[in-house]
Nanobody, 126 residues
Framework: QVQLVESGGGLVQPRGSLRLSCVAS????????MGWFRQAPGKEREFVAG????????YYVDSVEGRFTISSDSAKNILYLQMDSLNSEDTAVYHC???????????????????WGQGTQVTVIK
C-alpha cells in the first residue's frame, strides 16, 4: 500500500521561506515521477513542481521558477519542496503526488498521478 505523508507547512511572512517534506512508503520502487500540487480556496488544484524519481530532473510551473526548488532523496524515500520568497499567492494546501508507471514526458496534470498525500497548509500572511 502506497502512502504519502506531507509535513513542513505553516504560517510565514512575505519573502519568507518554508521547506515541505513528503515521506513515501509502500511500493516506492515503482515510482516514475513525483510532484507537488497546491490548491487555494475556491481554485482548482494546480501543478507546482515535479521530478523524475530515478534521475532527479526537476521542472516547475512558471510562477514558482527561481523561487521553489524540488528535490528528492530516493534512498530515504523523501520528496522535498524548498520555497523561498513566498508571497500571498502561494497560500494553499500543498499536496505530494506520485506516478507509479512510466510516462515519456514530464507530467504536470493531476490525472497523470496515481497517489496523493493529504496535504499540508501553507499560509503567507499578508
Amino acid at each position: 500500500q502506497v502512502q504519502l505523508v506531507e509535513s513542513g507547512g505553516g504560517l510565514v511572512q512575505p519573502r519568507g521561506s518554508l521547506r515541505l517534506s513528503c515521506v513515501a512508503s509502500g511500493r516506492t520502487a515503482s515510482y516514475s515521477w513525483m510532484g507537488w500540487f497546491r490548491q487555494a480556496p475556491g481554485k482548482e488544484r494546480e501543478f507546482v513542481a515535479g521530478i523524475n524519481w530515478s534521475y532527479g530532473t526537476p521542472y516547475y510551473v512558471d510562477s514558482v521558477e527561481g523561487r521553489f526548488t524540488i528535490s528528492s532523496d530516493s534512498a530515504k524515500n523523501i520528496l522535498y519542496l524548498q520555497m523561498d520568497s513566498l508571497n500571498s499567492e502561494d497560500t494553499a494546501v500543498y499536496h505530494c503526488a506520485a506516478r507509479a508507471s512510466p510516462f515519456p514526458i514530464k507530467p504536470s496534470t493531476s490525472n497523470l498521478f496515481n497517489y496523493w498525500g493529504q496535504g499540508t497548509q501553507v499560509t503567507v500572511i499578508k
